[in-house]
């Protein structure tokens, strides 16, 4: 009985072995990627709360995904990583909205300003940037000739959670960008111990992270991001 469970359990393991190196599908990969430069500035927690804009001048990237069989102008979400940087987990999320046909938007906001994570020292940079980086990025996507100006949302892991849940604050956004309108906010693990003048006026939704399940369309379709199936 043991030398068959043994057996059993080595033939279910090069089975699985074997579908995590298949080759990818044309599903599982993007129709079209971009890399946009978005102009931002690095503030100071004082420059951020104020509105100044005397900040430093910095480039960042957005990765720009599209879905295959697409057409027309498209829902978009801004995804935002975490203090360790970009990492598999943004890669997942950029798929799963793919495969349901939304374009992703992947902020860096580490690389263009020398960081490659600041898990280990929070304090070499502040959050409050990752919100401004939020509202520059909704300008270029808002602007894109693919993309619905109207159904651009922002998802945020930890630091970038912080963004996805305080870019909904009227007060940061008529200081920063008057322009911007999300149509959802979905953080994941945001820290909101902070309590801010005005922070419950907020410009639209915000969603619970744990509604957010990557095998369902629903929240997506509440959000206006879906308009069908």
Known sequence: MTHALRAACLVLSLLWVKAAVAEPTVRDLAARTEVHPIQT????????????QDGK?????????????ASGRLPAVILQHGSSGSNARDELWAKTFNEIGI??????????RGLVRTSTNLGQFNSYNVILD???????????SRIDPARIAIMGFSLGGVSALYSS??????KWNPQVAFVAHIPFYAGCSASYIGDTDVGTALYDSSTALPTTTRPWRHAGLILND
């Open 41 to 52: 500035l690095t503030v100071s927690v004082r420059q951020f709360l104020t509105g100044d």
């Open 57 to 69: 001048p910095v480039t960042i990237a957005g990765h720009l995904r599209f879905p295959q069989v």
């Open 103 to 112: 374009a992703t938007f992947l902020v860096d906001s580490f690389s263009g």
């Open 134 to 144: 939020a509202y520059r990025a909704f300008n270029v996507l808002a602007n894109h």
């Open 169 to 174: 604050m009227r007060r940061f956004q008529q």
